[in-house]
């Protein structure tokens, strides 16, 4: 692949958006690419996977311009299109993905972003859906991901106007979980991943499809959809051997069932 790189480090698979000339801009070859890196993880092996972008200047400055430029209305909704997909593959892929946000996030970056389960940022990372001063609407989820993040007022206000906003208010606003200096991001980012991937796969996987799942649905049939994502974990050996070992006053042996 050219501008992605995929490589498993443990149980951990780290996905690098690689067109640094570009601040990592988003064209068609970049999405398929992503496709295909998504593709690659084995969910056999892999718990956690790292998403970030090559550099330290931009995770991902947007959707390619240049491509956009000269997209006929049709054309706008399939690129809108297959860009969503891919985010919503990624926003329910099996595993979490943690976003390590290494500088610019703006339109299609910070959509990508709120994409994925958890975002760690940098000191030097910005925000932004500038679309509206380009002609156009966000076209890869944030007319709908900024405001069940952060709430519809401020989403509205970011989304009209089109500010940046710095990595500090963004992580007032709840848009990241944290920020670090630019050198520890990833270190901190492999950190958290290793952590999640420390615990039992088949509970890490329920819990997120668990909140995905309720969020869209009313509280009676979101409660029904953890009830039996709940039930299925007492099937798994995994679920057996850690409460035997609590019980037991020991430490559970490692995690099995992925
Ligand atoms: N697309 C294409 N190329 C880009 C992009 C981009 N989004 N962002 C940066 N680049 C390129 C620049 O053209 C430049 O290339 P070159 O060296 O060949 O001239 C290179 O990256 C470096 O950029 P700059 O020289 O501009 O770097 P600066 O440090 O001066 O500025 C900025 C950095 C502020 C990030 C600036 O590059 C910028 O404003 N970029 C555009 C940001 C933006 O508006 N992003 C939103 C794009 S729209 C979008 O994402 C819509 C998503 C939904 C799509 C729906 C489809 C229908």
């Known amino acids: 692949m050219e501008f992605v790189q995929y490589e498993q480090q443990g149980m951990v698979g780290m996905i690098t958006i690689d067109r640094p000339n570009a601040l990592n801009a988003l064209n068609s070859r970049v999405l398929a690419e992503m496709g295909s890196a998504f593709d690659e993880i084995d969910l056999n092996a892999v718990r956690c996977v790292i998403l970030t972008g090559r550099g330290d200047k931009a995770f991902v400055a947007g959707a390619d311009i240049g491509e956009m430029r000269s997209l006929s209305k049709a054309e706008g909704e399939a690129f809108g299109r297959r860009g969503s997909e891919l985010f919503r593959r990624i926003e329910t892929f099996a595993v979490p993905v943690i976003a390590a946000v290494n500088g610019f996030a703006l339109g299609g970056g910070c959509e990508l972003a709120m994409a994925c389960d958890i975002r760690l940022a940098s000191e030097n990372a910005a ?132």
Do not use: H, W
Request: contains cysteine; hydrophobic residues 45%; proline residues 5%.
């Open 127 to 258: 925000f932004a859906q500038p679309e509206v001063g380009l002609g156009i609407t966000p076209g890869f989820g944030g007319t709908q991901r900024l405001g069940r993040l952060i709430g519809l007022g401020k989403a509205k206000e970011l989304l009209y106007t089109g500010n940046k906003i710095k990595a500090a208010e963004a992580l007032a606003l709840g848009l990241v979980n944290a920020v670090y200096p630019g050198d520890a991001l990833m270190g901190e980012a492999v950190k958290m991943a290793e952590k999640i991937a420390s615990n039992a796969p088949i509970a890490v996987r329920a819990a997120k499809k668990a909140v995905n799942d309720g969020i869209e649905a009313d509280m009676d049939t979101a409660l029904n959809i953890e009830a039996k994502l709940f039930g299925q974990c007492f099937e798994s050996e995994d679920q057996q051997n850690a409460m035997t070992a609590f019980v037991e006053k020991r430490r559970p042996a490692p995690f099995v069932n992925q």
